[in-house]
């Protein structure tokens, strides 16, 4: 069985400021992981994953995560926040023998103040 | 490339009504999803396709819920009767590999 769990619902940062979205997860194959971003009334977009190459992985936007298999993480950050960062993040996992189903997290919605 | 396309974006009906919603892929990609992302929540899938055959289904509530995927490309995600409780978000998603690529979405609100 594979969970996520992320932790905080919101997380308020302000402009210029570091980015961190925490991410747990469980899983009982080699997992993929994956962060999502969803703009309001929009569809999720892939911000970037991870396909057991290299642990640190760097997305769009400037956003990259570190896959740390000892405690099981794939946190995402952004060295600094712009107001268009605002939006929901959603953390989700896989197995490389699931035909892409993907298991999502409760979601981060992301503030970011001037 | 163009992207998935879902219609209509929003529909408004009142309970026990059928509604049905429309799903075209990126072109070239053999897998198909539908999840459902209740308000606050991440989504979940309903149902997944490989081209034509419905390969998971285990959580499509088959009492009320059908989808079918005809030669393998555009979709039909069905309710009926509709209830309250299916007031969400409908996405769709399509992939050619691991990376599924999501529609925005249709808004259902049941009163």
């Known amino acids: 069985a594979q969970s996520v769990t992320q932790l905080g619902s919101h997380v308020s940062v302000s402009e210029g400021a570091l980015v961190l979205l925490r991410c747990n997860y469980s899983?009982?194959?080699?997992?993929?992981l994956f962060w999502y971003v969803q703009y309001p009334n929009q569809g999720l977009q892939l911000l970037l994953k991870?396909?057991?190459?290299?642990?640190l992985v760097k997305g769009i936007n400037g956003f990259e995560a570190e896959f740390k298999k000892s405690e099981t993480s794939f946190h995402l950050t952004k060295p600094s926040a712009h107001m268009s960062d605002a939006a929901e993040y959603f953390c989700a996992v896989s197995g490389n023998n699931q035909g892409g189903k993907l298991i999502f997290g409760q979601g981060t919605e992301l503030s970011v103040k001037p | 490339e163009a992207g998935v396309v879902q219609s209509p974006r929003y529909k408004i009906i009142e309970k026990k009504q059928p509604v049905a919603f429309w799903c075209n892929p990126i072109?070239?990609?053999?897998?198909l999803y539908w999840y459902l992302q209740n308000l606050g929540q991440g989504p979940e899938l309903l149902i997944r396709?490989?081209?034509?055959?419905?390969?998971?289904d285990s959580q499509l509530p088959k009492d009320r819920f059908s989808a079918e995927r005809l030669k393998g490309v555009d979709s039909t995600l069905k309710i009926q009767p509709a209830e309250l409780g299916d007031s969400a978000v409908y996405l769709c998603?399509?992939?050619?590999?691991?990376?599924?690529?999501f529609g925005a979405g249709t808004r259902l609100s049941v009163l």
């Open positions: 072109s070239g990609h053999n897998t």
């Open positions: 396709y490989e081209n034509e055959e419905a390969v998971d």
């Open positions: 991870y396909t057991s190459a290299a642990t």
């Open positions: 899983s009982s194959v080699p997992p993929y």
């Open positions: 998603a399509s992939s050619l590999r691991q990376s599924p690529h």
